[in-house]
């Protein structure tokens, strides 16, 4: 029988340096400014705490000039989770900003599909249009966990726990996954960068970072039929999802409770 979680998104960072023309493809308004937020979520119930993605770290940050708000395990501790504690992360994609912060949980056993496994280490990795959002000291250490046997390798979808899916979608990279959670509210799609913001999937507006254009407008209808309604899809990095899910009573102003679904019509 399927278990109800608790589904938190906490922001990390932001860009405030962007257009839309770095968020959209062939989009006739190229020019207006775009911001982009930066999360990892959590799922709590009685199946235990998962983290979805690890977020990257001030290093990393400055390397990229991206800085970050907060450090991930702060943003996990402002919600009564140690990162050292945590035994169960779900890595969506392997992209600096997703799995830059592997080492901040050092019991767990990460949940990966095996084909990004293969991209992240393979001859896509010799265009620099595809290999600049990896770092590559990320990717090592994934490696490193497989050999220690700290990762569960899936082959498309896949059982997490008890109510908590992945499901390989791609497109973005060769691997992306994302994570189907049982909720109150009905089936959430944590859709990470299978749909960056709303606008991607709603509209079917491809993002310019893509290694399969069909896989990623196949993956926009995806997202969609894994979830109960669209308004219980939540995209990997737009500031929208803090004007439609509502803080939380006595929670920090970066978190947002996803999983009693959404306070405006989304659209």
Same mark, same amino acid.
């Given at each position: 029988m399927d278990a109800l979680w608790q589904v938190h +998104?906490?922001?990390y960072a932001e860009r405030n340096s962007r257009t839309r023309n770095d968020s959209f493809m062939m @989009? @006739? @308004?190229? +020019?207006s400014a775009h911001d982009m937020d930066y999360f990892l979520w959590v799922l709590r119930g009685e !199946? !235990?705490?998962? &983290? &979805?993605d690890t977020g990257y770290d001030a290093d990393e940050g400055a390397r990229r000039d991206r800085p970050i708000l907060r450090d991930p395990t702060a943003a996990l501790e402002a919600i009564g989770v140690a990162a050292g504690d945590v035994t169960t992360v779900i890595i969506t994609h392997?992209? *600096?900003d997703h799995a830059g912060g592997l080492a901040l949980f050092p019991n767990a056993t990460f949940h990966l599909q095996a084909s990004e496994m293969a991209y992240a280490t393979g001859a896509c990795m010799a265009h620099g249009h595809l290999n600049h959002p990896f770092s590559p000291a990320h990717v090592c250490q994934m490696v490193q966990h497989v050999y220690s046997g700290r990762v569960v390798f899936h082959e498309g979808d896949g059982p997490v726990a008890p109510g908590v899916s992945v499901h390989r979608i791609g497109g973005h990279t060769g691997g992306l996954q994302v994570v189907r959670v049982k909720t109150a509210s009905g089936w959430l799609c944590l859709a990470s @960068? /299978?749909?960056? *913001?709303? #606008?991607?999937?709603l509209r079917a507006k491809p993002f310019p970072i893509v290694v399969d254009l069909k896989e990623m407008l196949d993956g926009f209808q995806r997202v969609q039929a894994l979830a109960s309604t669209p308004s219980l899809v939540v995209p990997g990095h737009d500031p929208l999802v803090f004007d439609y899910f509502a +803080? #939380? +009573? !006595? /929670?920090?102003d970066f978190v947002r409770r996803l999983d009693v679904g959404p306070v405006k019509t989304i659209g």
């Amino acid at each position: 029988m399927d278990a109800l979680w608790q589904v938190h +998104a906490l922001k990390y960072a932001e860009r405030n340096s962007r257009t839309r023309n770095d968020s959209f493809m062939m @989009d @006739d @308004d190229h +020019a207006s400014a775009h911001d982009m937020d930066y999360f990892l979520w959590v799922l709590r119930g009685e !199946g !235990g705490t998962i &983290v &979805v993605d690890t977020g990257y770290d001030a290093d990393e940050g400055a390397r990229r000039d991206r800085p970050i708000l907060r450090d991930p395990t702060a943003a996990l501790e402002a919600i009564g989770v140690a990162a050292g504690d945590v035994t169960t992360v779900i890595i969506t994609h392997l992209h *600096y900003d997703h799995a830059g912060g592997l080492a901040l949980f050092p019991n767990a056993t990460f949940h990966l599909q095996a084909s990004e496994m293969a991209y992240a280490t393979g001859a896509c990795m010799a265009h620099g249009h595809l290999n600049h959002p990896f770092s590559p000291a990320h990717v090592c250490q994934m490696v490193q966990h497989v050999y220690s046997g700290r990762v569960v390798f899936h082959e498309g979808d896949g059982p997490v726990a008890p109510g908590v899916s992945v499901h390989r979608i791609g497109g973005h990279t060769g691997g992306l996954q994302v994570v189907r959670v049982k909720t109150a509210s009905g089936w959430l799609c944590l859709a990470s @960068d /299978a749909s960056h *913001y709303y #606008e991607n999937f709603l509209r079917a507006k491809p993002f310019p970072i893509v290694v399969d254009l069909k896989e990623m407008l196949d993956g926009f209808q995806r997202v969609q039929a894994l979830a109960s309604t669209p308004s219980l899809v939540v995209p990997g990095h737009d500031p929208l999802v803090f004007d439609y899910f509502a +803080a #939380e +009573a !006595g /929670a920090p102003d970066f978190v947002r409770r996803l999983d009693v679904g959404p306070v405006k019509t989304i659209g």
